[in-house]
């Protein structure tokens, strides 16, 4: 069986087992194992993920723990482990980790406490006992009883709380040498406010920390997964030895997603893949359930396998335990998709172009809880932004860009919340000034790096909607736009209340030392994020083109084609996908058509003419030209994802 390193394609099916809903249910009634070996024959996946403990806390299998489900037909685990493991498929199971209902409903004690004083009924404490009573044996009979391959541990850093529980409250003080006074660091504002959810985020690494080191110490090869540790979620370094990073997608725009979160992650240089839900579940703005047809998943697939990482998809069983076989049948489909394109792109790095600061300090301290995705949209729209103006984008974290920020040409700020630490502020200024390009995009980003020196001013413009113009013949809007004001430099968009007057500087490049700083003085992020303009990229494009040469650039195509430079087996392995169809649409659920991308044509940055180009996984030579060190090739249809291999 293969490990979760060498794992490109997976199955994950949970239901999240409760007596509540479930009566008259006996857990595995219907399960078969004929059926669990079909699967594993007619799709022929490197693992499965199944249910075992969901949030509501009761385990689907018979546990000697103490929390298994009242009534079994048979035990459902011992026969999914059977088959698995004659068919040669990896078995993880589904796990709820901090959110944990029935444990607090039996020790109410151990959730955490708020601070109005009640007790969180889902979220345990990571300094509680729960990791040790009830996490930990459990994960080692998993391990040691069934002989799993390892766990996917959800409801983890996402369900982590802020407690004020009197055991946390005095390691804080005792840990920092800070004495509350009685006064709970509660609001925004308080005195100590960020310092405790610090805190309170070291005491869930120290939590993820203790059960993986439990783990690997009982049971060397278990392998786990803390699921959206590590991620846009919690974006931080890696300080806990999980095996790979995951996490599931947003089943309501789950192309997007894929693009953010799978950057996000493919930075961190671990073992990874994410999990697409096959269903959306709103419906007319209500909870529903509806299959997506499998183009969809197929273009979620793209997004994710053209970073280098793996991909699950996520289908419910049924209410017993047993596996909805017509929905898995029709993922035949994904399953061929991926196998032709696993030789092209799986654990391929991308190379660096663009990134984008995903910046821990600004995220803290914009998280409403200790992890989440409040307030993403502004990083997430511009990653869309730049992806749909077809340059290859990766995403970074501070403690990356400190490594590596020189390698890469143009380094992104996105619009922040609160700021960046003031190294941070001088960091990315020194990268300019010893030639490096510097994109800050928002007024409260171009405000810091004004105030810290860089070369132009920012003062408001008119509150609300105006129109960006180029050369006062196209016109976007933006929100919210401030004025540019600066001594040296390119004005690129101008923003104007009437079209036919002349317009105050929106978009600029500057000179700095030996290279440049871009500013645009409104947040294209979210606004693309809410509602994409054709001109926001365009004005991108503008922007871009003046601050780097790109490895591959797109000339011109009918329809959005995102582009990833990837390097896998030596070789580089440009990454195409169709970036069209209604995946952002909440009025649309689901849809089994997505337009083709059509008539692309594209140039490669070559010290030489390439032996030859290839358009994988179909196998065609590539008729190209080379002149001035650029390879010109032209792409007639790309339907959802593939990858000219270069042969130098």
């Not at 018979?62 to 048979?74: C, E, K, W």
């Not at 004495?179 to 609001?187: F, I, K, T, V």
């Not at 929106?506 to 994409?532: E, Q």
């Not at 190209?624 to 959802?640: C, H, N, Q, S």
Request: charged content about 25%; glycine content about 8%.
């Amino acid at each position: 069986m293969k490990r979760r390193s060498e794992s490109f394609f997976g199955l994950h099916f949970d239901f999240h087992a409760s007596p509540e809903g479930a009566a008259g249910t006996s857990i595995g009634a219907t399960l078969k194992e004929e059926e669990i070996r079909e699967i594993c024959r007619l799709l022929k996946p490197d693992f499965l993920q199944i249910d075992c403990k969901g949030h509501p806390g009761w385990a689907s299998y018979p546990t000697a723990v103490g929390n298994a489900m009242p009534d079994f037909a048979l035990d459902p685990l011992a026969l999914w482990r059977k088959v698995t493991r004659e068919e040669g498929v990896a078995l993880y199971m589904h796990y709820s980790g901090v959110i944990d209902k029935k444990y607090l409903a039996e020790h109410p004690g151990e959730g955490c406490l708020k601070a109005d004083g009640t007790r969180d009924d889902s979220s345990t404490r990571t300094m509680g006992r729960y990791v040790d009573e009830l996490l930990i044996p459990q994960l080692t009979e998993l391990a040691e009883k069934y002989g799993v391959d390892g766990v996917w541990v959800d409801g983890d850093c996402w369900g982590s709380r802020v407690d004020f529980d009197p055991e946390t409250v005095g390691a804080f003080e005792k840990e920092t040498g800070i004495d509350l006074g009685g006064r709970l660091p509660a609001e925004r504002g308080d005195p100590y406010f960020e310092e405790y959810r610090e805190f309170c985020r070291e005491l869930f690494r120290r939590y993820v920390r203790k059960y993986v080191n439990a783990l690997h110490e009982k049971a060397p090869d278990f392998q786990v997964a803390s699921n959206w540790s590590y991620t846009d979620h919690m974006p931080e370094e890696v300080s806990a030895p999980v095996d790979f990073i995951s996490g599931d997608l947003s089943p309501e725009d789950s192309f997007a997603s894929a693009r953010y979160a799978g950057r996000a992650i493919a930075s961190q240089e671990r073992t990874w893949d994410l999990m697409s839900w096959n269903f959306r579940h709103m419906l007319e703005g209500k909870p529903g359930h509806v299959a997506k047809h499998p183009v969809q998943i197929l273009q979620e697939a793209a997004a994710v396998i053209s970073l280098g990482g793996g991909f699950q998809n996520y289908i419910t069983q049924y209410r017993d335990g047993s596996p909805r076989m017509a929905e898995i049948r029709r993922m035949k489909a994904l399953a061929d998709f991926m196998r032709a394109r696993e030789p092209f792109s799986f654990r391929g790095k991308p190379e660096r172009q663009v990134v984008l600061l995903l910046s821990t300090w600004d995220r803290h301290r914009e998280s409403d809880s200790l992890y989440s995705r409040n307030g993403c949209e502004k990083i997430a729209g511009m990653t869309n932004l730049i992806c749909d103006a077809g340059h290859s984008l990766e995403i970074a974290e501070e403690h990356t860009l400190l490594r590596h920020g020189y390698d890469y040409p143009v380094i992104v700020v996105p619009e922040l919340f609160a700021g960046l630490a003031p190294e941070t502020v001088k960091d990315l200024l020194s990268y300019a000034a010893a030639g490096g390009s510097l994109l800050l995009a928002g007024k409260k980003t171009a405000e810091i790096f004004s105030a810290a020196g860089a070369p132009f001013r920012l003062k408001a413009g008119t509150p609300g909607r105006t129109l960006l113009t180029r050369d006062g013949a196209e016109f976007a809007a933006a929100f919210d736009a401030g004025v540019l004001s600066f001594e040296k430099g390119e004005t690129l968009w101008k923003s104007t209340l009437d079209e036919r007057k002349e317009g105050k500087p929106a978009a600029a490049v500057l000179p700095y030392g030996r290279g440049k700083i871009a500013v645009l003085s409104f947040d294209p992020g979210t606004a693309y994020h809410a509602s994409s303009q054709y001109l926001h990229r365009t004005m991108i494009r503008d922007v871009l083109d003046r601050l780097y040469q790109p490895r591959v650039r797109l000339e011109k195509a009918t329809g959005l084609l995102e582009i990833v430079d990837l390097r896998k087996d030596g070789k580089l392995m440009i990454q195409l996908v169709n970036a069209n169809g209604n995946h952002r649409a909440a009025v649309i659920a689901t849809e089994d058509q997505i337009p083709p991308c059509l008539d692309a044509e594209i140039a490669i940055r070559l010290p030489q003419k390439p032996a030859s180009l290839r358009l994988e996984p179909l196998g065609k030579e590539l008729s190209f030209t080379y002149e001035d060190g650029e390879a010109r090739v032209r792409i007639p249809r790309i339907d959802l994802h593939e990858v000219i291999v270069v042969d130098e």
